[in-house]
């Protein structure tokens, strides 16, 4: 099936005028610089100069002066705001302008997909466009599973400039190399200085801020684990603990009342935001589960424990302000008692999440009313999960930024999270990075089948226009999810409740599992066949959707074995062997070590099972 030839451009400009004619992409056409364009004009005329060669097999010259005829002229315009811009396409120039840097980068950007569509014949056009929210970010977890390779990295903030994300943030809990911390560190891959500060400047060249996000109150797992610093955690004991994903989610607080905590987080704090030069700080601060359970119950049952809570909040933020940051935390703690926000500095950001698919206005409107300065935060709905719920997203993401628009928040932060492990490979983020990116800046919502007819062709270069639309179905049919997997083996191999052990029913009935299979690999058949629309640029991802799809199917039937099912176990044990070899090539090809040592364990623990193996508890090095 071919897709249609209409020009699509995402997010989608406010005012696009189609003219008659079309401009001819020359051997001899040239890029040209306006003087005032300044030194990062050259990262603008890169950018475009290398799409125009990748599409056309032209070469353009990049100079500075005055253009002439066959040109493409990159300038500043005077009345136009920041990160406003006006792509002129004409019979005989093109002129991309931009009330700043922004601005030009971005009619960079929307010419780029003119230019991958229509070849070296672009269509008469005027477009102006520019934002409707001033802080559109992504939030990448860098910590739970995944420590992500700086190639790949540059690669995100590639693909986060080309759809007008101008903010970026990396979840960090233990996987930067703090000096004095090696005991946190030592068993991770953590990032080290010179790779972060290698991306700020990548990231400031190309018009992101890259925000530093640090845990700094409850989600300090590691941390709190080791011998040296388990006696500044809430719950007793934490370095005898085995490693466990759902620990890891649910525990792990600071003891806010022992004076050793502050000297501690400043100090991350602060060594961290040096490798910065964003003048923001998310310093986190959410899911303080343990707060006034622990050591300090007697004193919350003295003081409360939103008084705890608000009163190390505001240490933090005094800190965070006198080193001239301003300060952006997760507002689910503070929801719930919304008046304490007064307490906090003026410059402070709440970060309001929520990733329903329906997900409520509540905590949005109740911020709103605070009058504090807000962002809010859908998600791209990965995290647990071998593919991406991408229909979830979508419908979480349109309704937090139609929140965004009603209750006029400042920005959007799109959160990418990799609890459990981060399985899931953040190609299967994209469809949701791009609806945020979408949304954010024009608030005007497309269907979901339309923008992902959008996307297939211009981030996959399916000229079917199917690809999103079938891998939108995949999730659906993972039976025996990775949730699933891990809390089995975690409560029957670190000893936990039976009761609370996942429930089989989706998996007890053999035929229905086969069926789901026969559906499995029909939509694998259909995702494979796309290629034949398909630029090579756009042909990697299938060998990637290829594997995950089998993987799902692996681990349905291991559900349907745990279910009492008849199956072949000693096979099956080594298709999951073999299949998890694959899945551990492609996880190193972005990714450090992380976290690939536990899910190998939980792996590794499953093909025992099935063959009846028993084994001494170690953890299993991959």
Known sequence: MEGNHEMYLIPKPKQLEKQRGSFWLRYDSRIVLSPEVGSNGMVYANILKSCIQTWTGQRPEIVKGKPREGDIFLCRAEGLDAEEYRLTIGKQEIVGAGGDGAGILYAVQTLCQIVEQCKGELPCVEIADKPDLKHRGYYLDETRGRVLKLDYLKRTVDRLCRYKINEFQLYIEHTYLFQGLSEMWRDETPLMAEEILELDCYCRERHIELIPSLASFGHLYTLLSTKSYEEL????????????????????TVNVTDERVLPLIKGMLEEYMALFSSDKFNFCGDETFDIGKGKTKAYAKEHGVHRMYIDYVKELCSFLVEKGKQPMFWGDVICA?????????????????????????????????????????????????????????????VRMCSYAKKYKAIGILNTDWGDFGHINHPEYSVPGMIYGAAFSWN???????????????????????????LLAKLSAY????WWDAVMYYEIRELGGDEKELPALDRVSDGAEVKMTDAKLETLCHQIQKTAIHMDSRGLEILRAYDMTIEGMRIWNEIGTALAGQKTEPFLLAERLETWFMHYKALWREISKEGDLAHVAEIVFWYADLLRGRTRRKRRLEC
């Not at 999440?353 to 859908?378: F, H, I």
């Not at 993972?478 to 999810?481: D, E, G, I, V």
Request: with cysteine; glycine share 4%.
């Open 478 to 481: 993972s039976l025996f999810t």
């Open 233 to 252: 955690c809430e719950m007793e004991d934490a370095s005898q603990q085995p490693f466990s994903f759902w620990d890891r989610m649910k525990h792990h």
């Open 443 to 469: 608030y005007e919502v497309l269907p979901f089948e339309e923008i992902n007819r959008q996307i297939a062709k211009i981030e996959y270069c399916d000229a079917s226009e199917t690809l999103v639309n």
């Open 337 to 397: 008692e919304p008046f304490l926000i007064k307490e906090l500095p003026e410059e402070i950001v709440c970060l309001t999440w929520g990733y329903a698919p329906n997900q409520r206005e509540d905590e949005s409107r109740k911020m709103a009313e605070t009058g504090v300065k807000q962002y809010l935060c859908p998600g791209v709905g990965g995290w647990n999960q071998w593919l991406n719920l991408i229909e979830s997203s979508y419908e979480n993401i």
